[in-house]
């Protein structure tokens, strides 16, 4: 009987062991998938009114999940977007590897 139930334990942890491997090569994919260039795409969108979907939320910009706003410059690492608000306009600077996604608004 108790070889019967060491018998299960050491097949149950083989097939534990095959679960831990196969959800780490499955992180090691998404890790290896090619993010989008957005130094290529971004000149496209300069001086027009554009929404800019963020990664991760910018508490310290003001900026939890999307901004919008007119794209005022750029360079390789940073980009210049001009927001407004009810009574100012907002210039802030982001880092273009924060970008998830870039649209153009059309008026």
Partial sequence: MT??????????LCYLMKIVTHGEKE???????PSLDYQ???PQYL???CSIVLKKPLVSLDAMYSIEGVLCDLDDEWLLIETMTKRKKIVR???????????????
């Fill in 3 to 12: 070889i019967f139930l060491l018998l299960i334990i050491l097949v149950l």
């Fill in 27 to 33: 992180k090691q994919t998404v890790k290896d998938q």
């Fill in 40 to 42: 290529a795409i971004l």
């Fill in 47 to 49: 001086k027009k009114n």
């Fill in 93 to 107: 600077m982001l880092r273009i590897d924060t970008i998830q996604s870039i649209k153009e608004i059309i008026d």
